[in-house]
């Protein structure tokens, strides 16, 4: 549902962008439309991206993998990139297992055969996380993510990076996704 969702938003963004003429490419998004924080996370997207939609989420209301933070890299061209900041209330008490219901959801979602690749991994303050490698479709429609997942004490949270087969590479990956930091959710602090 979320790649659905996804793929959905980065059709509309280069439906918008390109026109009959002239395209114009959208301005980039400004260094406050770049961060993303909360409580428990903080994440600086990389320059020249687009903000596509951001918004403030209580981790209560996040029953299902929701979606805070979209930005696109290269909207409007054939290398369209896509960066997802998501998240859903998650009470089984680790990173294991949250990576387990994570890719049984992928899986469902996903029309083709989906592979994941999982190594362990940090952010960038030492929370410990997985790094995800992510491929799902069949033929043209092939896509490539590669993500950070971790586990904060009540959500499951994932990072990542989206495009079609050729377009990313991990290394470019790792470079876009490396301003994210997380902690425990401080359960009780306003939000």
Known sequence: MVRKVMLALVAFVALAVSSAGAATAPP??????????????????????????????????????????????????????VITLSFERFSHGSLRGFYTTYINELRAASSGGTFVRR??????????????????????????????????????????????????????AKIDLAGASAVAYPVGRPY
């Open 119 to 172: 190594r362990h991994a940090v952010l960038i303050n030492g929370m410990p996380a997985y790094w995800l490698k992510v491929s799902s479709g069949e033929g043209l429609s092939q896509m490539r993510s590669y993500a950070y997942m971790w586990y904060d004490g009540v959500r499951g949270v994932v990072l990542s990076e989206e495009a079609r087969v050729g377009h990313l590479s991990e290394h470019q």
């Open 28 to 81: 980039p998004a400004t260094p406050a439309q770049r961060t993303y924080n909360d409580p428990a996370m903080h994440y600086v997207a990389p320059e020249g991206v687009v903000l596509i939609g951001m918004r403030q989420v209580p981790y209560q209301a996040a029953s299902h993998m929701t979606p805070v933070a979209i930005w696109g890299i290269d909207v409007g061209k054939s290398r369209a990139r």
